[in-house]
Nanobody, 122 residues
Framework: QVQLVESGGGLVQAGGSLRLACAAS????????AGWFRQAPGKEREFVAS????????SYADSVKGRFTISRDNTNNTVYLQMNSLEPKDTAAYYC???????????????WGQGIQVTVSS
């Protein structure tokens, strides 16, 4: 049984930092295109960042480039999202994903975490 469990969310002031973690069980993250999505109230889920099989394959949404960094710890089978210079517009539920694919309408994923809330106050 595959499980992706997110942690590290919470409330932070604008300009602050948070690090999200996604611990996987039932699969090996290094074998998957894995990453993070987010969904704000009233909006569609959007891609944030991903990491491919090799560490050279990093992708970021334009809105987070230069502020967020995705990484992977193969020993602990965990993917991280370091979020710096947070802004109120980053407020959303953040979802870990594994088995990401691109579609004509954007992205999809085979596996999803349950989501974790990040709230940035102004």
């Amino acid at each position: 049984q595959v499980q992706l469990v997110e942690s590290g969310g919470g409330l932070v002031q604008a300009g602050g930092s948070l690090r999200l973690a996604c611990a996987a069980s039932g699969l090996t993250l290094s074998s998957y295109h894995a990453g993070w999505f987010r969904q704000a109230p009233g909006k569609e889920r959007e891609f944030v960042a991903s990491i491919r099989f090799s560490f050279a394959g990093l992708s970021y949404a334009d809105s987070v480039k230069g502020r967020f960094t995705i990484s992977r710890d193969n020993t602990n089978n965990t993917v991280y999202l370091q979020m710096n210079s947070l802004e109120p517009k980053d407020t959303a539920a953040y979802y870990c994903a594994a088995g990401i694919t691109t579609t004509t309408s954007g992205y999809s994923s085979r596996y999803w975490g349950q989501g974790i809330q990040v709230t940035v106050s102004s």
